[in-house]
């Protein structure tokens, strides 16, 4: 069974950091990425930032320059560095691994770490 645990939510005053972390485990499957998305009430889940396993990195524009992910592929954890967070940061972040050998890969999901963000 496929795990996807994420930690390190929390509250923070804004202009601050925070590091969020996730790990996967229970697949017999390779990871191709993982990636942070995050959600507000009444919206979508957006990405945030994703790293593939040969360590090619996305962001948001929202959080370039500000957010960095990392991996590491032998632990299957990503880490989320939230430098200068801002209003916008006050969200449920969600660690996602994308699964499989080859595409389509198979997305799992963890149950979300809240941020909140105060001015």
């Known amino acids: 069974q496929v795990q996807v645990v994420e930690s390190g939510g929390g509250l923070v005053q804004a202009g601050g950091s925070l590091r969020l972390s996730c790990a996967g485990s229970g697949s017999e499957f390779s990871i191709y990425a993982m990636g942070w998305y995050r959600q507000a009430p009444g919206k979508q889940r957006a990405l945030v930032a994703r790293i593939t396993s040969d360590g090619t990195t996305n962001y948001a524009d929202s959080v370039r320059g500000r957010f960095t992910i990392s991996g590491d592929n032998a632990k299957n954890t990503v880490w989320l560095q939230m430098n200068n967070l801002d209003a916008e940061g006050t969200r449920v972040y969600y660690c996602?691994?994308?699964?499989?050998?080859?595409?389509?890969?198979?997305?799992?999901w963890g149950q979300g770490t809240r941020v909140t963000v105060s001015s």
């Open positions: 996602n691994a994308e699964l499989g050998w080859y595409s389509p890969y198979k997305d799992f």
